[in-house]
């Protein structure tokens, strides 16, 4: 981190410090994308939606039957139980 002036150093600080709420208002999008996108789109995708709800702590099994259904709205229902708190 010494070739970053002390803005830059703040800004990735800030972006590490809020990267939870990033990941879920980006799984909140990609869920909406999914509703709409068809085609190789779609499987790139659901791989983001994975990666993402790893990082946010969804459960293990859950993931799993999301990525079985490949039904938008499982998808929206994780992002809705995330938001209210009941996953964390």
């Known amino acids: 981190m010494a070739d970053y002036s002390n803005y830059q150093k ?6 590490y410090d809020n990267r939870d709420s990033i990941d879920q208002q980006r799984l909140s999008e990609l869920c909406t994308n999914l509703f709409l996108t068809d085609g ?3 499987a790139k995708l659901w791989e983001k939606a994975q990666e993402l709800m ?3 702590n969804v459960p293990a099994s859950r993931i799993d039957h999301v990525l079985k259904s ?3 709205a499982v998808l929206a229902e994780v992002v809705k139980d995330i938001e209210s708190g009941a996953i964390r």
């Open 10 to 15: 703040d800004v990735i600080k800030r972006y």
């Open 54 to 56: 790893e990082r946010l």
């Open 70 to 72: 490949e039904d938008p």
């Open 40 to 42: 190789k789109k779609k």
